[in-house]
């Protein structure tokens, strides 16, 4: 157990939809990030925040956008979902804003599009 | 932005022989190259990182070499066993702090 937790860990949706992935990051950890994994694809960063804020972004298109509370905990919102977006989305957690060691992942939020 | 890619896709061994999965980066402010195994259906765990000060690191079976000249690393895994057999992900963090993962290696122990 990782300590990161995230829900719903199954998902169907429809295209066109909207869904809300939820992630609770380690204990102490102030940093979230969020992967997408598609079939057979390697981890595609999408997000950092730290504390609260943005603190790097990568390919995450504009129907996707997250945030992170002041409790720490995360959510990505992903909209006008598209057969495509059917994946394996991850979220992670560090101590820092910069990584210096292991990325904490959690068990994944697996998404699938109708 | 930092480009990490991974060979092979897939890789089988017989048990008790080597393994070696090679990645090449592209941004040479990267200075931090983790390795991640991620089992059936499981979150990737970490099982060897190198920094960009050293060139080789070793844990038990598992080694991880450094060329930041050539922009390339490399994870060898001897002694396989069927435990093994896992996705492998290579990846590399950039000066922006972005940990960009390499496209994954299937590797498959055969007992």
């Known amino acids: 157990d990782s300590g990161v937790t995230q829900t719903p860990k199954h998902l169907i949706t429809a295209t066109g939809q909207r869904v809300t992935l939820r992630c609770s990051p380690r204990?102490?950890?102030?940093?979230v990030y969020w992967y997408q994994q598609s079939l057979d694809q390697g981890l595609q960063f999408l997000i950092q925040y730290y504390n609260g804020e943005e603190r790097a972004k990568g390919n995450i298109l504009e129907r996707f956008s997250a945030q992170q509370f002041p409790d720490l905990h995360s959510e990505l919102n992903l909209s006008s979902l598209e057969l495509g977006d059917s994946a394996l989305y991850f979220c992670?957690?560090?101590?820092?804003?910069?990584?210096?060691?292991?990325?904490?992942f959690g068990e994944g939020s697996r998404l699938t599009v109708l | 932005g930092e480009n990490v890619e991974q060979h092979p896709s897939t890789l089988s061994v017989q048990e008790g022989d080597s393994a070696v999965i090679k990645c090449t980066y592209s941004?040479?402010?990267?200075?931090?190259f983790p390795w991640y195994k991620q089992e059936l259906g499981k979150r990737p765990q970490l099982i060897i990182d190198i920094r960009s000060n050293v060139g080789e690191k070793k844990d038990q079976r598992i080694a991880v070499t450094l060329n930041k000249t050539a922009k390339h690393f490399s994870l060898h895994i001897t002694e396989t066993q069927p435990e093994d057999s896992a996705v492998y992900f290579c990846?590399?963090?950039?000066?922006?702090?972005?940990?960009?993962f390499g496209t994954g290696t299937r590797l498959t122990v055969i007992p």
């Open positions: 990846a590399a963090l950039t000066g922006a702090n972005n940990l960009f």
């Open positions: 941004d040479s402010a990267s200075n931090y």
């Open positions: 204990s102490g950890d102030l940093s």
């Open positions: 992670a957690s560090s101590e820092g804003t910069r990584l210096t060691g292991e990325l904490f």
